[in-house]
């Protein structure tokens, strides 16, 4: 099974669930999430689904299977953090170079270097969510998907409600 199908549930819920804002850019305070653009990491502000009551009722998971989803989450904030950190530093030394009108040649290089380090912490992320993966049954996994789909609905109007517009 390729791993987009397998970590597909969780990236869903992180359009709605606020975990340690371990949170991703976008995401509004949510664990999981597509790619990692962790704004912090204050893990006071944000929820855990695995440890939110409501998600681990309607799930399914166990308090056995909430602290060894918690253990996976710690065991990778470190890196993130560290990694979050100097995707921070490059894009930062990025625009610097883009706004001073630096020579094309080392602006590609600044970009070769972000997209390095977005892509370093979109692995350990995926791994993260990989591992939380497997401590789940495939059904807890399907009522995750659809948990994380209704919440996902009722937290986001629609485009045209929030008279949002988009151009090409």
């Known amino acids: 099974m390729p791993l987009r199908k397998i970590i597909l549930p969780f990236l869903i819920l992180g359009a709605f669930l606020g975990a340690p804002s371990l949170a991703l850019a976008g995401t509004r305070g949510c664990l999981v999430a597509e790619h ?6 204050d893990e006071k502000k944000a ?10 009722a309607e799930v399914g998971i166990t ?11 710690q065991s990778f904030v470190p890196d993130l953090h ?12 990025l625009s ?4 001073e009108g630096s020579k094309e040649e080392k602006v590609r290089e600044a970009i070769d270097r972000v997209e390095d380090a977005r892509s370093d912490l979109g692995r350990s992320w995926a791994l993260m969510l990989y591992r939380m993966y497997k401590v789940l049954s495939p059904d807890q996994r399907r ?20 008279g949002v ?3 090409l």
């Open 47 to 56: 929820r855990k689904w695995w440890r939110w009551d409501l998600c681990k």
């Open 143 to 162: 009522k995750l998907k659809a948990f994380s789909e209704r919440h996902n609905q009722e937290r986001q109007p629609s485009q045209e409600q929030a």
């Open 36 to 41: 990692p653009g962790i704004e912090t990491l």
């Open 63 to 73: 308090d056995e299977q909430s602290d060894k989803l918690e253990a996976i989450f």
């Open 165 to 167: 517009r988009r151009e």
């Open 82 to 93: 560290r990694q979050k950190g100097e995707l921070d530093r490059r894009e930062t030394h």
């Open 96 to 99: 610097t170079l883009l706004v």
